[in-house]
């Protein structure tokens, strides 16, 4: 028997592959009352021969580490739809975000007890993720959390 072989929606989730690093903008929230500034660093390979992407995050602020997340990205053939698996150090449990790419974004949306989010990636620019988490407790008005601006090394 043949074993199977990511397609080519699994080779999307490359995009993320290596190591990211920048600056950002967390906005005035609930979370974040005075909004902050931040350095963050992501680090992401390839898993299961392919068909999956694990990625570890790490913020700092004031060089002290602020907050950690753990990423495993994947392809739902069934849906047509990525699958991100988020885990982090508020200790909430796991979160589940779904969506699908437009040309060189991804759009993801995920539903907890906090509200809507949705998380945008967008590697347009060779070398450069730009990254966003907007959050909505109505459905209709979205608040920015927090923008980034990463590079790859």
């Known amino acids: 028997m043949d074993m199977p072989k990511p397609g080519p929606n699994h080779k999307k989730?490359?995009?993320?592959?290596?190591?990211?690093?920048?600056e950002e903008k967390m906005h005035p929230s609930p979370w974040?009352?005075?909004?902050?500034?931040?350095?963050?660093?992501?680090?992401?390979?390839?898993?299961?021969?392919?068909?999956?992407?694990?990625?570890?995050y790490e913020q700092k602020r004031n060089d002290a580490i602020t907050y950690r997340g753990h990423a495993v990205w994947g392809w739902d053939d069934k849906a047509q739809e990525v699958v991100l698996h988020w885990f982090d150090s508020m200790g909430?449990?796991?979160?589940?975000?779904?969506?699908k790419f437009q040309g060189q974004v991804l759009t993801l949306t995920c539903n907890n007890f906090m509200g809507t989010h949705r998380l945008t990636y967008d590697f347009g620019e060779k070398g450069t993720l730009r990254s966003k988490m907007e959050t909505t407790q109505d459905g209709k008005k979205w608040m920015p959390m927090f923008d980034g601006v990463y590079h790859k090394a």
Not at 13 to 22: A, D, I, P
Not at 32 to 56: H, L, N, Q, W
Request: glycine share 18%; with cysteine.
């Open 13 to 22: 989730l490359e995009f993320v592959t290596g190591t990211w690093s920048g």
């Open 92 to 99: 909430m449990g796991g979160d589940v975000f779904r969506g």
């Open 32 to 56: 974040e009352p005075k909004g902050a500034s931040a350095t963050a660093i992501m680090t992401s390979r390839s898993a299961c021969d392919g068909f999956y992407v694990v990625g570890d």
